[in-house]
């Protein structure tokens, strides 16, 4: 879970030191101190290191993340926008079961059952708010 707004970096270990690479990443795509998810899942891709990494950095720089590719967080003003599946698939419903976590489905597994079903994320987001399905963790830890 997110820390209260400017206090991020105290998630982490006082320690904990950002990866210049993606620090300097997401100095380019900063704006107004926030970064994107999809910026920050390019930086991630582009630097060869994982979302948490980035996650970790947007943490310790202070950075609000917005735009959940899910439709989650970060939208104003309504901050979520993902609305319920008005039907929902056997399909689909069996892939997110079988990948449920302590009954949520991890950020992680709700992107890969989209590449695997040729779904836009946002419609696997759609089909949990339809069943109740949890999606967490986020790949960025901003939930």
């Not at 904990?16 to 100095?27: H, L, S």
């Not at 943490?59 to 735009?67: H, K, M, P, T």
């Not at 709700?110 to 946002?122: G, N, V, Y």
């Amino acid at each position: 879970m997110r820390a209260e707004k400017g206090r991020f970096k105290e998630k982490h270990a006082p320690q904990t030191i950002a990866d210049p690479g993606i620090a300097q990443a997401v100095g380019q795509k900063i704006r107004k101190g926030k970064v994107t998810c999809v910026d920050a899942e390019l930086i991630a891709s582009e630097l060869h290191k994982s979302m948490q990494e980035v996650g970790v950095v947007l943490d310790l720089l202070e950075v609000s993340l917005i735009s959940c590719q899910l439709g989650l967080f970060g939208y104003d003003p309504q901050k979520k926008i993902v609305v319920p599946a008005k039907s929902v698939e056997k399909e689909i419903t069996a892939a997110i079961t079988e990948k449920l976590v302590n009954g949520c489905l991890p950020c992680k597994a709700a992107w890969q059952i989209a590449e695997a079903l040729a779904w836009p994320k946002m419609k696997v987001a759609a089909v949990c708010e339809a069943t109740n399905t949890k999606i967490k963790p986020c790949q960025l830890g901003a939930f």
